[in-house]
């Protein structure tokens, strides 16, 4: 998982600048979530990382005489690790990009890869290019080339943009039906068809991007020895042979190679509109996606609450009134439930049941929110059921109501009374882990904030903003719900 | 005459231990009847078992044939009649605490007895009126006095227009002077034919509006008569 709340709230304590580093070590940041071939855990020894950026890190480290020192850092949040100073150089397949170039030290260009279309075998012939895709989901990695250009062909051709935070999944989901493309560089392109078998690449490139190392800007020093160290490699082959070794070395390299160290430049082929413009600009710009964006975070933890009360309330009913063998299942249930995260229910619904049935990514949120929450839900209410004094329940034994009435007319809506406060604290709570389901692929108010962030290359305006509509949404939620609490039940 | 309450061979078992044995009684149309006796010698017992509120119990009891319930084969209480022929008020009273006072005697004529709402609700503005808390409808429990609780609590059971009221340890929580009211409330109450079997160890309220003690002892009956002979 790649959270931001964290890095955020450091980025805004800890001055950017860069901290003292030990000169006999060469920290490089990268993602081993990312997997092959860029870096990922040593199949052989899960402590060591292997990878086409592992082997660049090192001859980065021999050219400048340190060791070369790996620290993880999601991918997402690369662009501020590196600000921040987190490491010294950050390489994990990052893209060119021009809003990288004006707010980081960026390299020279070390590889180029193109932008492809991945479609299932069956759609091959009319699935050609973005054009053909006029309406139907097209998955891509969130903050990347890919995803710039998507959106560029989003109000052209009614393309559906579906961003994900692997690159594993894309794929499967290309696979399943759930998807009908997959936009990604060819490196990615390249290996998610050789784990999906039905599934080809279009020969057409529908972008050019090149792979480059980020520091941060005051480190401008490093950076260029950093790229003397580069260009004699590409002139010496040793580049060559790292990704002769990785199964990617193509054309397309010596024709970069050959310009870099003929004084050239590759200019980053898609120019994110943000490097142009003011960051404020930037903000009004995506006002209206993230205005989307805390709609679908509304409604999706709405509903989701709906349907934790629902099923809560049952629970708890069943544990309060059921049968013992009931009693025992329900509080199973619910121990397995709270006991296991929010994430890996989501992800077993959305991904694990998806060779059963495919839900939708809308529903499976809601119904991984909506059961997740059930469970603390029918626990506050079997609380709240059992706080309503038994003295009562006597009462209305001998006034010759039966449970059901019992529960309906004299525990229920006591126990509801009892209940709002924390009911209240778990929508706002519930708003929140709406987060999670970026994870599967609803782009919510978070997701779309670290979409923006990642485009202008800051947190502290999409942070603001971001945190301004949370609590536009959840403040008055707690106003209403004192206010019932104090008029109940009229 | 036949009598309202027939209690016969009631055994009260609790966690194993009999706490009422050997208890055998009965009481008839309009009669007030006080079970007395120290703490813990079964008279709040005996009117939950009464009422249905004690699971493991033995012996027969029958109000008003035919039976309210049966005790089956394992000693539970069977399913009750749906219109109960008895009231309860209990000492502290278990008022519906969300209800206002109208609502808590209006809810079981509803609910149980189908009354209409405006029907039941007329009913239970006279009650209130009747027991002296007619200024009190739309109040919640907590707002209530002790005694005017007690007296919605009264009517709330008297609602139900049942033939036994019970009552347990009624001037728990009264001063003398609304204990002299309470014991002119229930010469009262039964004037109209309702039996009344008081829960008390009050000797002074006993006298003053019962017609029969029964005295108990370590969970059974030891003495049976009226006031003046048992309380002396």
Redesign the interface.
Known sequence: MRRWATPLLLVLLISSSAQAQPSGELRWGGDAEGGAPFVEADPANPARVVGFEVEVAQLLADGLGRRPRFVQVGFTSLDAAAARGDFDIGLSGVEDSLARRSRLAVTIPYYEFREILTVRAADAARFRTLADLSGRRVATLGATLAYDLLLAVEKDHGVVPVTYEDDVHPYSDLALGRVDAVLLDDVLATRGVRRNPGLVNQPAAVGVGHYVGILAPQNAALRDQVNDILRRAMVDGRLEAIFRRWEMWNDDQPALYSRITSGGDATPVVASTAASSSTWDAAARYLPALLKAAGISLLLSALSMALAVLLGAAIATGRVYGPRPVEVGLTAWVELIRGTPLLLQLFVIYFGLATVVQLPAFLAALLGLGINYAAYESEIYRGALQAV?A??L????????SRM?TLR??RA??AL?LALAPMTNDFVALLKDSSLVSVITVVELTKQTSIFAANIGSWVLPGVMCAVMYLAMSLPLARFARRLEKGW?R | MTPVLEVEDLSVTRNGQPVVHGVTFHAFRGERVALMGASGAGKTTVLRAI???EPQIGGAISVCRPDVFAVDDLGNPAR?A???R???V?Q?H?????LTALDNVC??AV???GVPRRDAERQATALLEQLGVGHRTHARPHELSGGEAQRVAIA??LA?KPLLLLMDEPTASLDPARRDDLAATVRDLSTDGTTILISTHDAPFASACVDRVLMMRDGHIVRDGRPQQVLT
């Not at chain 1, 006597?394 to 109501?401: D, I, P, Q, R, T």
């Not at chain 2, 278990?94 to 969300?98: A, T």
């Open positions: 004094p003295g009562q006597e009462a209305a034994s001998v006034l010759g109501f009435q007319l004299v809506p006591q009374r039940p | 009422a249905g509120l009750r749906r219109t109960p008895i009231g309860m209990f502290f278990n008022l519906f605490e969300h809810l079981a609910h149980v007895a709330r059971a139900m």
